[in-house]
């Protein structure tokens, strides 16, 4: 059962953390030059699976679901600063 729910959960994590880091970089980021940098999504992927690190104590949430937001947050910035900015309307 805990091993359905952490699949779950880290597909969750990838899918949402995906999505979301990828508009707010298209949205509120567009313009920062430190988003343009080589190393911004890495970076950006690094420090949200640190912040997931005390959340692993709970049994359904390990290791993968921290990787798998690492990744996702890091390939939302690798995807939202080469994207087309919103249109307004």
């Keep these: 059962m805990f091993v359905t729910l952490g699949l779950v959960l880290?597909?969750?994590?990838l899918v949402g953390g995906y999505v979301i880091?990828?508009?707010?970089?298209?949205?509120?980021?567009r313009y920062v030059d430190a988003v343009q940098r080589p190393s911004a999504p890495v970076i950006a992927g690094a420090v949200a699976?640190?912040?997931l690190l005390p959340v692993t104590l709970l049994p359904a949430v390990g290791l993968g679901?921290?990787?798998?937001?690492?990744?996702?947050?890091?390939?939302?910035?690798a995807s939202g600063r080469s994207a087309s900015p919103p249109s307004d309307s």
């Design 49 to 51: 699976a640190a912040a």
């Design 21 to 29: 880091t990828k508009n707010f970089v298209r949205r509120k980021l």
């Design 10 to 13: 880290a597909g969750t994590a």
């Design 65 to 77: 679901t921290m990787i798998a937001l690492g990744v996702g947050v890091a390939g939302g910035v």
